[in-house]
């Protein structure tokens, strides 16, 4: 069926970037497309960071037969705030959406986060309910061996990375071992999960659920295969949704956090969907997976700074936007299930670099000037003993242990550029920088 709708101006713009989407990009696009909203007040924004993969292929197609679709292919990778910020300056829509290559959204989204906007004119973004994009169902086992890798084999997840496996962080209270395992519910049947045990003579573990499941032990090595039936009516009833992100909080070191994460023993991982969540409500910041943004206070306030490749640059933007006397708003039931969590290569060299330098750029530009400081010389003191300690004793963490000391150098060198930037972004101020600070400290934006 051709779609070619005449475009009216369109209420909304939404713009999706995309980088290497190749494997994500369509689901992504149609679950917009589908969206229980009238298509010619709508458009769709593609810029593409100059992907290798067969991205421009798939979109063109797009392209050519929808009206409302437009690519816009770049010559150079320009990150988040970049490629976002060059799609901008095409959009017509009084409502800017930034959406993730890699989310699906439910049919209701646009027209959920759209009627939230509409409540208030001094609104300025609407974050969406961002879900991991898979369901997931629990198991448990007491074992006195112990456990040392989980990996889940056989899933049709596994279709949207280069992974051969998830890797599936587990619990351990005692004897007892938890694990939260994801599955395709539409398409997954039976999965594999590998349980590696650092001993070798190990007793095959009893599952606690009544579910039906199977056993392969492997006796040359310190491996067993559980094969679990998704189909069963037990993993139905337990199945549940993991909250991404509810909106997000800053705290007043400059970190930020998503509403719905949670860490533990250094390990990350999300709330249980409870429906604890289900209420719209204003919050410090809306995360640019999935977020819409009024365009006329963009126009005042300006768009996302090229200075945040990527990291931080949506928190930077909801921060000029409160010093500017708007809000931002969490809408509980525009639902968007993301990707992007199952297979996420966090604390790489790259992403420890750009941030831990937008953490300390929005810093800069937004708290107290001695707020920074603080925070400037607590970093660059801890990336020198870092890098001296880790290039003596662990020279594996070398090259990440570089970026530390590269961001803290970030600031001598671009001090005078960044003193001047603060003042460009700061000039629509109405609200000071210490009382804004006061409402962190006093956990204006926690949840009561």
Avoid at 349 to 370: M, S
Wanted: hydrophobic share 35%; net charge positive.
């Amino acid at each position: 069926m051709n779609n070619k709708i005449p475009l009216t101006q369109p209420k909304t713009s939404i713009i999706i970037l995309n980088y290497f989407g190749e494997k994500v990009i369509t689901e992504t696009i149609n679950s917009v497309l589908n969206q229980n909203y009238p298509k010619d007040k709508y458009e769709i924004l593609i810029p593409d960071n100059a992907s290798k993969d067969k991205s421009l292929e798939i979109l063109n197609n797009f392209s050519k037969k929808y009206k409302n679709i437009k690519i816009l292919p770049l010559n150079k990778n320009y990150g988040f705030a970049g490629g976002n910020g060059k799609a901008i300056k095409h959009a017509k829509g009084e409502y800017i959406i930034l959406l993730n290559n890699d989310c699906l959204v439910d049919k209701n989204w646009l027209k959920n986060l759209i009627t939230c906007a509409d409540k208030d004119p001094q609104i300025f973004s609407v974050s969406s309910k961002v879900l991991i994009y898979p369901k997931y169902f629990t198991v448990t086992f007491k074992s006195t061996d112990n456990l040392k890798s989980c990996k889940l084999f056989n899933t049709k997840l596994l279709r949207f990375g280069k992974e051969t496996y998830l890797e599936l962080p587990f619990k351990k209270e005692n004897n007892l071992y938890s694990l939260d395992i994801p599955f395709e519910e539409k398409s997954d049947n039976i999965l594999q999960i590998c349980l590696e045990f650092i001993e070798k003579n190990i007793n095959i573990p009893k599952l606690n659920e009544k579910i039906e499941h199977t056993y392969d032990r492997n006796k040359k090595s310190n491996t067993v295969s559980l094969f679990i039936n998704t189909n069963s009516s037990t993993i139905k009833k337990k199945s549940f949704n993991k909250i991404q992100n509810a909106g997000s909080l800053v705290f007043h070191d400059g970190y930020g956090r998503d509403i719905g994460a949670t860490v533990q023993n250094q390990k990350g991982d999300y709330e249980r969907d409870f429906r604890q969540y289900d209420y719209d409500r204003e919050v410090y910041s809306t995360c640019g997976a999935a977020s819409l943004y009024r365009k006329s206070i963009i126009d005042k306030i300006g768009f996302l700074t090229d200075d945040f490749f990527m990291y931080y640059e949506d928190t930077e933007l909801c921060e000029r936007a409160s010093l500017a006397g708007y809000k931002n708003y969490y809408c509980h039931s525009a639902i968007a299930r993301h990707l992007h969590a199952l297979s996420s290569k966090e604390w790489s060299p790259f992403f420890v670099f750009h941030t831990e330098k937008g953490r300390l750029l929005h810093i800069f530009y937004h708290f107290p000037f001695k707020v920074f400081l603080k925070e400037y010389y607590e970093f660059f003191k801890y990336s020198i003993l870092r890098l001296g300690h880790n290039s003596v004793f662990n020279r594996n963490h070398l090259s990440k242990d570089i970026q530390y000391f590269n961001v803290a150098i970030y600031f001598i060198k671009n001090i005078f550029y960044i003193i001047n930037r603060k003042k460009v972004l700061n000039q629509n101020n109405i609200v000071s920088i210490n009382s804004f600070y006061h409402k962190i400290l006093n956990g204006h934006w926690v949840e009561k």
